[in-house]
Nanobody, 121 residues
Framework: QVQLVESGGGLVQPGGSLRLSCVAS????????MGWFRQAPGKQRELVAF???????NYADSVKGRFIISRDNAKNTVYLQMNSLKPEDTAVYYC???????????????WGQGTQVTVSS
């Protein structure tokens, strides 16, 4: 069973920074795609950024130049460094993992429980 546990959300002032973390278990971490999505009230869930096992990354236009996604395969952890935060970044942020479940060989598309990020003065 794949489990994703996020941490690092909170309240921050505009222009501030936060770093989100997501620890994955039950998945072959070194051979998967890890991503961060977010969902603001009344809006659909949207992709923020993703990183593949080789380290290539992709970002939504709205966060390019401000957010950085990274991964530590030794710790089975993916990070989202968020800088120059804006009120419109306020949302619940979800970790996502797409890959092979360890020990089963089956494909999994899994989500964390989400962590709230609020940008407000």
């Amino acid at each position: 069973q794949v489990q994703l546990v996020e941490s690092g959300g909170g309240l921050v002032q505009p222009g501030g920074s936060l770093r989100l973390s997501c620890v994955a278990s039950g998945i072959i971490f070194s051979n998967n795609v890890m991503g961060w999505f977010r969902q603001a009230p009344g809006k659909q869930r949207e992709l923020v950024a993703f990183i593949i096992s080789g380290g290539s990354t992709n970002y939504a236009d709205s966060v390019k130049g401000r957010f950085i996604i990274s991964r530590d395969n030794a710790k089975n952890t993916v990070y989202l460094q968020m800088n120059s935060l804006k009120p419109e970044d306020t949302a619940v942020y979800y970790c996502n993992a797409k890959g092979i479940v360890a020990g089963t060989g089956t494909y999994s598309d899994s989500w964390g429980q989400g962590t709230q990020v609020t940008v407000s003065s």
